[in-house]
């Protein structure tokens, strides 16, 4: 299984962009990244994946390296609510979300 | 469209007793996962079913865990004999088609005390 490797955890000022990165160097070129996220005592969050390409929808925008070892998610705008923990997940055997221990993100007013 | 319900939310069981956790997808979802989530640890895969099938199971303990999700109603998450080492938040999760890059949509949990 590919693993990930994200920061323990980041503070974000409210209302600026928050970069979060995430290693995967063992990803096979068939697997994608994933990231969602867990608000707390909530289920997780799907959030943006991709496979090679950068991806943006309305909550994020998701930044894969050429050589696809590492991406970043990006938060355009971060919000009190956005304080969560952030998984970076490589899906491996489809169904199976593998989940590591996350960026646990906190937004500062 | 309503999401992914759990029931109950909250659940007390004394040692020996059982668990019935209860999963509804969402509507036109035929796909049901169940994760395990310890405390301060993320969250880990359990089973995979489909409607009146067990596809993977691989992730759920040999003994005492059963899952079913039968032609009508509810996926159920049923523990026997629970111990303390059970207390936990387990999530469902359900997706439409089952595929490799199904989206899954997750529930709010049922956090299962054992006394």
């Known amino acids: 299984d590919a693993k990930t490797t994200q920061p323990t955890s980041m503070d974000c000022a409210e209302g600026r962009a928050a970069n979060l990165p995430c290693n995967h160097s063992?990803?096979?070129?068939?697997?994608?990244v994933y990231w969602y996220r867990q608000i707390h005592s909530q289920g997780p969050q799907y959030i943006i994946h991709?496979?090679?390409n950068n991806e943006t929808n309305e909550m994020a925008s998701l930044i894969i390296t050429e050589d696809r070892k590492s991406s970043t998610l990006i938060l355009p705008h971060a919000t009190l609510r956005d304080t969560a923990v952030y998984y970076c997940?490589?899906?491996?055997?489809?169904?199976?979300?593998?989940f590591g221990a996350g960026t646990t993100v906190t937004v500062r007013a | 469209n309503a999401g992914v319900m759990q029931n109950p939310r909250h659940l007390v069981r004394r040692r020996g007793q059982e668990a019935r956790l209860r999963c509804s997808p969402m509507?036109?979802?035929?796909?049901v996962y169940w994760y395990r989530q310890l405390p301060e640890e993320g969250l880990k895969f359990m089973v995979y079913l489909q409607k009146e099938n067990i596809i993977d199971e691989s992730g759920m303990p040999k003994e005492r865990f059963s899952a079913e999700f039968p032609k009508e109603g509810p996926s159920i998450l049923r523990i026997q004999q629970v111990v303390r080492g059970d207390s936990a938040a387990y999530f469902c999760?359900?997706?439409?088609?089952?595929?490799?890059?199904?989206?899954?949509?997750f529930g709010p949990g049922t956090r299962l005390t054992v006394l």
């Open positions: 997940i490589v899906r491996v055997e489809g169904y199976k979300l593998s």
């Open positions: 991709g496979l090679k």
């Open positions: 999760a359900s997706s439409p088609f089952g595929g490799a890059q199904d989206e899954q949509f």
């Open positions: 509507k036109g979802h035929s796909h």
């Open positions: 063992t990803i096979s070129g068939n697997e994608y």
